[in-house]
């Protein structure tokens, strides 16, 4: 699976748009860009993945670049509740062992009032 | 419906001993997973089963860590012989498929701390 880099912390304002960015350029073809997020003491939270094209839900969005190096995970408008580690993670599709889950170090945000 | 549980939420036993931490995975998931999280990293995968079989250990440190998932839903790990190192929380995580887009869903956790 590709690395991923991600800035150790972020701060973001209530209310505002919190934009976390990943680097991976190393991604292959058949590789999907996921993102989780732990809260403090739970265990990671799924919010979203991709493989080309940009996706949204009720959690987030998810921006890849055309050359898919690199990703931006948007939070549009961000509570206090979603402090947490952020976590961009490469993995591959298809059930030839492309199952676990590499974590790196994340990102940490901070939501201020 | 239920998520993932995990039991016991914390576990504190002498270096030495036998420990047996548990896994409810969310009902029908038939993928498993367990990963281990030291203070300030993230999660570290330690083995994957599909089913009743174990279809890459390839992360568990040593031989003192085995699981077993018998029936194809809860499963354990096991700790034999345990170190002050493997103080740390140990996550389970289950999924719908095998591999393929199949998000993970994971439980609270159970901290161990070896004494």
Not at chain 1, 25 to 32: L, R
Not at chain 1, 78 to 100: E, F, M, P, Q
Not at chain 2, 66 to 88: M, Y
Request: with cysteine; glycine share 12%.
């Amino acid at each position: 699976d590709a690395k991923t880099t991600q800035p150790t912390s972020m701060d973001c304002a209530e209310g505002r748009a919190a934009n976390l960015p990943c680097n991976h350029s190393t991604i292959s073809g058949n590789e999907y860009v996921y993102w989780y997020r732990q809260i403090h003491s739970q265990g990671p939270q799924y919010i979203i993945h991709g493989l080309k094209n940009n996706e949204t839900n009720e959690m987030a969005s998810l921006i890849i670049t055309e050359d898919r190096k690199s990703s931006t995970l948007i939070l549009p408008h961000a509570t206090l509740r979603d402090t947490a580690v952020y976590y961009c993670i490469v993995r591959g599709a298809g059930s030839g062992g492309y199952n676990k889950l590499i974590f790196g170090a994340g990102t940490r945000l901070a939501v201020h009032p | 419906g239920a998520g993932v549980s995990q039991t016991p939420s914390n576990k504190v036993t002498e270096k030495g001993k036998y420990v047996e931490l548990r896994c409810d995975p969310i009902s029908g998931h038939t993928a498993l997973y367990w990963y281990r999280q030291s203070l300030g990293q993230g999660p570290e995968f330690l083995i994957y089963f599909q089913g009743t079989g174990a279809a890459d250990d390839s992360g568990l440190p040593n031989d003192r860590f085995f699981a077993v998932r018998p029936e194809g839903s809860v499963s354990t790990l096991k700790i034999q012989r345990t170190e002050r190192g493997d103080s740390a929380m140990y996550l389970c995580a289950s999924s719908l498929t095998r591999g393929g887009e199949g998000e993970q869903y994971f439980g609270p956790g159970t901290r161990l701390t070896v004494t």
